[in-house]
């Protein structure tokens, strides 16, 4: 049993920051890539960034020098440092993780909406 949680999402105005946080619980051997996505009403899910275990690093072009993931493999947490917020980053942001456990497999968390107002 594994479980993604988000945290973090909220309403702000165009050009403030947020920081949104995942833990992962449950039985858990390892974790490999941890990324995030988001879906905008609509919109298909698109990957926002993503990081491996090892650290290395890839950003969607629309978010490249706004928005930082970054890992706590000790807490098995990602987290996803958000400036510069733009009215078009509103969406609901879900938390991926490729877990071994009893089996091996992504899983996904829930979602925490992100909202940017003009």
């Not at 992962?24 to 990957?47: C, F, H, T, V």
């Not at 275990?53 to 490249?64: E, I, M, P, Q, T």
């Amino acid at each position: 049993q594994v479980q993604l949680v988000e945290s973090g999402g909220g309403l702000v105005q165009a050009g403030g920051s947020l920081r949104l946080s995942c833990a992962a619980s449950g039985i858990i051997y390892s974790i490999n890539d941890m990324g995030w996505y988001r879906q905008a009403p609509g919109k298909q899910r698109e990957l926002v960034a993503a990081i491996t275990r090892g650290g290395s690093l890839n950003y969607a072009d629309s978010v490249k020098g706004r928005f930082t993931i970054s890992r706590n493999n000790a807490k098995n947490t990602v987290y996803l440092q958000m400036n510069s917020l733009k009215p078009e980053d509103t969406a609901v942001y879900y938390c991926n993780a490729d877990i071994g456990s009893w089996s091996h497999m992504a899983y996904w968390g829930k979602g925490t909406l992100v909202t940017v107002s003009s």
